[in-house]
């Protein structure tokens, strides 16, 4: 498993499921916490998409929050690629 520290970017690997105190290698900053969280969403009611969990007020901060479960989208793993790349990228397709 794969989590992307939502405080300075770095990809950390996981083989079982983060605990309460893991933190990131790079930043040392914890990792369970609401922004890493696969339920974190900024346009729901506490921030969390899990109706039963507990409100947490600090989301950057580590949590014991029982329903935390690491956000493994890719979308959110990869970084994103410049403009001019993705025009290159598109411009090489199109032209002959």
Do not use: W
Not at 30 to 58: G, M, W
Request: include cysteine; charge should be neutral.
């Amino acid at each position: 498993m794969q989590i992307k520290c939502s405080i300075c970017g770095n990809i950390e690997d996981f083989s079982n499921n983060i605990g309460f105190r893991d933190e990131c290698s790079k930043c040392k900053s914890s990792l369970h916490i609401c922004k890493n969280c696969a339920f974190y969403s900024e346009t729901s009611y506490n921030e969390c998409k899990e109706p039963q969990a507990d409100r947490v007020l600090d989301k950057e901060k580590a949590n014991y929050c029982d329903y935390f479960k690491a956000n493994e989208n890719l979308s959110n793993l990869l970084k994103t690629q410049s403009k001019e790349d993705v025009y290159n990228k598109l411009n090489s397709l199109f032209s002959k």
